[in-house]
């Protein structure tokens, strides 16, 4: 997470320095600039520190003032992918969780290798209706969000298709202790469980199990999943994280590489999934 977040910051750090050189360029104090743009003196000074994120209409007016109206494009792009990057899960759900799902679809579908890692929940694309009902509405009560948890649902299978439609692939690392987690009731989790026992059939499948008492080089981590090699979504207690820069997407697969390294496959890994069912009795 703080790798992730530090990124976003200095992100946003980088729109803010570009906005203090075009100022300086244009030989302006930012209290010049701000009465140049009919705001506050303080404003100019707390876009310049990146204390506020500039919003598209500043970004034209400080261009406009500083006589740069050709950086508005670059900077107004690079102002919405910093503040795309971290974004709250409240702020996210305000209206419910479907729309959520039905925005990401269109990343589904143009992805066309999925590698997921999954230490606290089983993965996405895989759950079944019941096991998401539980989620969801455990996500909706903690978070206080509008409850649409059955249109959510539906929009989750939906998105789903992908594991069954086109030519994706799907890579998934789970945590061992991911069979375990409770987060629907017992019959609910057991059709979840046997729902990865034949999702990992699938040709176009490879579900590893990393056991809990397995010799690890990477230690566990915060979930993500990763969209080919362009993007990394990276899922905290409070809010998504995306990783575009190239570096760190870098760093996440690699992470997922040596993560592979201590999981289990096949006849092995059906193993503990069957353990898991066993125990719910």
């Given at each position: 997470?703080?790798?992730?977040?530090?990124?976003?910051?200095?992100?946003?750090?980088?729109v803010?320095?570009?906005?203090?050189?075009?100022?300086?360029?244009?030989?302006?104090?930012?209290?010049?600039?701000?009465?140049?743009?009919?705001?506050?003196?303080?404003?100019?000074?707390?876009?310049?520190?990146?204390?506020?994120?500039?919003?598209?209409?500043?970004?034209?007016?400080?261009?406009?003032?500083?006589?740069?109206?050709?950086?508005?494009?670059?900077?107004?792009?690079?102002?919405?992918?910093?503040?795309?990057?971290?974004?709250?899960?409240?702020?996210?759900?305000?209206?419910?969780?479907?729309?959520?799902?039905?925005?990401?679809?269109?990343?589904?579908?143009?992805?066309?290798?999925?590698?997921?890692?999954?230490?606290?929940?089983?993965?996405?694309?895989?759950?079944?209706?019941?096991?998401?009902?539980?989620?969801?509405?455990s996500?909706?009560?903690?978070?206080?969000?509008?409850?649409?948890?059955?249109?959510?649902?539906?929009?989750?299978?939906?998105?789903s298709?992908?594991?069954?439609?086109?030519?994706?692939?799907?890579?998934?690392?789970?945590?061992?202790?991911?069979?375990?987690?409770?987060?629907?009731?017992?019959?609910a989790?057991?059709?979840?469980?046997?729902?990865?026992?034949t999702?990992?059939?699938?040709?176009?499948?490879?579900?590893?199990?990393?056991?809990?008492?397995?010799?690890?080089?990477?230690?566990?981590?915060?979930?993500?999943?990763?969209?080919?090699?362009?993007?990394?979504?990276?899922?905290?207690?409070?809010?998504?994280?995306?990783?575009?820069?190239?570096?760190?997407?870098?760093?996440?697969?690699?992470?997922?590489?040596?993560?592979?390294?201590?999981?289990?496959?096949?006849?092995?890994?059906?193993?503990?999934?069957?353990?898991?069912?066993?125990?719910l009795?």
């Amino acid at each position: 997470m703080s790798s992730s977040l530090s990124s976003a910051q200095a992100a946003r750090a980088a729109v803010a320095m570009r906005l203090q050189s075009l100022m300086k360029d244009a030989g302006l104090s930012g209290h010049e600039l701000a009465v140049r743009c009919g705001w506050h003196k303080s404003k100019s000074s707390r876009i310049a520190r990146g204390v506020t994120p500039p919003s598209d209409a500043d970004i034209r007016a400080w261009c406009a003032a500083c006589g740069a109206e050709d950086q508005v494009p670059d900077l107004i792009a690079a102002a919405r992918n910093a503040e795309g990057m971290y974004v709250e899960w409240r702020q996210l759900h305000k209206d419910g969780m479907r729309r959520v799902h039905e925005r990401n679809v269109p990343l589904y579908q143009r992805t066309r290798l999925f590698r997921v890692y999954a230490s606290n929940l089983v993965p996405g694309m895989t759950q079944t209706a019941g096991y998401a009902t539980g989620l969801l509405t455990s996500i909706t009560e903690f978070q206080g969000t509008p409850n649409d948890v059955p249109e959510a649902v539906q929009a989750r299978l939906s998105r789903s298709r992908v594991l069954y439609e086109g030519h994706h692939r799907f890579a998934l690392l789970l945590e061992e202790d991911v069979l375990h987690h409770r987060v629907c009731q017992d019959d609910a989790m057991r059709a979840q469980l046997r729902h990865l026992l034949t999702v990992m059939r699938r040709p176009n499948v490879s579900l590893g199990i990393i056991p809990r008492r397995a010799r690890r080089s990477v230690w566990p981590l915060e979930a993500f999943y990763a969209f080919d090699s362009a993007q990394v979504a990276v899922e905290t207690l409070t809010a998504e994280i995306n990783v575009t820069a190239p570096s760190e997407v870098h760093t996440y697969l690699r992470a997922f590489a040596e993560l592979s390294k201590s999981a289990v496959y096949g006849d092995a890994a059906r193993s503990l999934i069957q353990e898991a069912v066993d125990a719910l009795g």
